[in-house]
């Protein structure tokens, strides 16, 4: 057979598959019931079908209290008192959650049980146990720095996601890369809050250096009147030393550890990335 289908002497039959189906095609409705999946037969039998469509299905025969006994789990002890082994039904609980806005540890602090705060005789009770002002303030006001799900706009975002590029006439254009790297012989940066090494990308500007966790503390608790207030954060800019691609083993010569197509590619996917993280 193989000789005969390579001299070209032998065709095979046409299979009797068309369109992936071998199934009786109707064109006219036979029966009410058998009307064929096409615009004529939907319309002849539409009468036929009369709980054909939400809430036209009779649904009694699985819902009704028959129904429940029949399919309820019974013991094989018998029917008297203490022989069912069935558990009991679970009662109802209320737990007292916070909302989805307020989960952000950083800015609320946790909520004390209801008998902590009857218990506490230094606490005075609020009214109505609610000590939220009558009038808005936006200076005090935390909740808007944290919207709740369901609350973004963005459409109305006024962030541009495009990447930041360095034009030049007659040259290339370069994608401005997100983090500042710095190539230093020997790293000597330390946290002026905790006093630490940074391990990895940090934030520094013209006077000091702070690791990830001290930002982020201090960035959530920044107001007009602490010590690093929202607009001295806002001059920090997120730098790394050049370990990663770089050797200097202790000298000014840098001894390449990654290819220029590879740093290229690595900065191109950072400050790609940097502009919805």
């Known amino acids: 057979m193989e000789v005969l289908i390579s001299l070209g002497l032998y065709k095979p039959p046409d299979p009797r598959l068309v369109f992936g189906s071998v199934q009786d095609r109707p064109l006219l409705p036979t029966l009410p019931s058998a009307a ?35 399919r309820r789990t019974r013991s ?57 002002d009558r009038f808005y303030d936006s200076r005090h006001a935390q909740a808007s720095r944290t919207p709740g799900p369901g609350t973004y706009r963005p459409e109305q975002c006024k962030i541009r996601k495009e990447l930041r590029r360095s034009y030049s006439f007659g040259g290339k254009t370069e994608v401005l890369p997100s983090i500042r790297v710095k190539c230093v012989a020997v790293q000597e940066d330390m946290c002026n809050v905790c006093e630490r090494k940074p391990c990895g990308d940090y934030y520094e500007n013209i006077k000091e250096q702070l690791c990830r966790e001290c930002y982020q503390r201090l960035i959530h608790k ?46 191109n996917k950072e400050a790609y990335m940097s502009l919805y993280f």
């Open 36 to 70: 064929p999946p096409t615009r004529l037969g939907a319309s002849l039998s539409r009468d036929c079908r009369p709980r054909l469509g939400p809430g036209r299905y009779k649904i009694e025969d699985f819902t009704g209290f028959v129904y429940q006994l029949d």
């Open 76 to 132: 094989k002890r018998g029917v008297m008192f203490g022989a069912s082994t069935e558990p009991r039904p679970p009662k109802d609980r209320s737990e007292r959650v916070p909302s989805p806005g307020r989960h952000q540890a950083d800015l609320n602090t946790p909520w004390p049980s209801l008998a902590q705060r009857r218990t506490d005789p230094d606490r005075a009770q609020p009214p109505f146990d609610q000590t939220a």
């Open 222 to 267: 920044a107001t007009a009147y602490t010590a690093y207030s929202r607009q001295y954060m806002e001059t920090f800019e997120k730098v790394r030393d050049c370990s990663d691609i770089h050797q200097h083993n202790g000298t000014d010569a840098a001894l390449k550890l990654k290819s220029d197509r590879e740093i290229r590619d690595l900065q």
